[in-house]
């Protein structure tokens, strides 16, 4: 894996935006695809501008990869293409204990450290845009029948117990009448 992938915060210079568009070497690549558990990662590029904030940095990002994964039904491959920009903050923290730490109101805030792990950044990116259950596009699902072995397996209907009370209550009223 390229040592390029690793952004030291304190060689940079405050006063000038530091751009770069990375060509990710075959190795790189292997790793956020295990990283992820995708089949993999074709077309992967990442340009990223990394400019002074108070306080910390502001990394503005663009990401695109085509990105291989199995379907959650039939396991055949299915493909997504990813194109999105982003905007991380990296910020310093103050010192607060963990019962006084709260969720900052904006999500794109991270702690800042002394480098930046852009494999990282790629990895976290690419796993907020993916699909959670990829399907194929002739996958049906036909729903799920679970029991113990050797016997009846219980279905969606077995599943609902309150059904049962309106045909209940129909044949309590037909009985009244």
Same mark, same amino acid.
């Given at each position: 894996m390229t040592d390029s992938l690793t952004l030291d915060l304190r060689l940079l210079n405050r006063n000038k935006t530091h751009r770069a568009k990375l060509e990710l070497e075959h190795e790189d690549i292997a790793e956020i695809t295990r990283v992820l558990g995708t089949e993999e990662i074709r077309k992967l590029r990442f340009d990223y501008a990394?400019?002074?904030?108070?306080?910390?940095?502001?990394?503005?990002g663009t990401i695109g990869a085509t990105v291989v994964q199995a379907c959650v039904i039939t396991g055949a491959p299915?493909?997504?293409?990813?194109?999105?920009?982003?905007?991380?903050?990296?910020?310093?923290m103050e010192d607060v204990t963990a019962s006084e730490a709260e969720m900052p109101e &904006?999500? %794109?805030?991270? =702690? !800042? @450290?002394?480098?930046?792990? #852009? *494999?990282?950044?790629?990895?976290?990116?690419?796993?907020?845009?993916?699909p959670d259950f990829p399907r194929s596009a002739?996958?049906?699902?036909?729903?799920?029948?679970?029991?113990?072995?050797?016997?009846?397996?219980?279905? &969606?209907? %077995?599943?609902? =117990? !309150? @059904?049962g009370l309106a045909a #209940? *209550?129909?044949?309590?009223?037909?009985?009244?009448?």
């Open positions: 990394l400019s002074a904030a108070p306080k910390g940095w502001d990394l503005n299915v493909t997504a293409r990813i194109d999105e920009t982003f905007l991380l903050k990296y910020r310093r &904006d999500t %794109d805030i991270e =702690p !800042l @450290a002394e480098d930046i792990d #852009l *494999r990282q950044v790629i990895s976290e990116q690419i796993a907020l845009l993916l002739d996958a049906e699902f036909d729903g799920v029948q679970v029991g113990p072995p050797g016997q009846k397996a219980m279905t &969606d209907e %077995d599943a609902k =117990p !309150l @059904a #209940l *209550r129909a044949k309590m009223t037909d009985n009244s009448e």
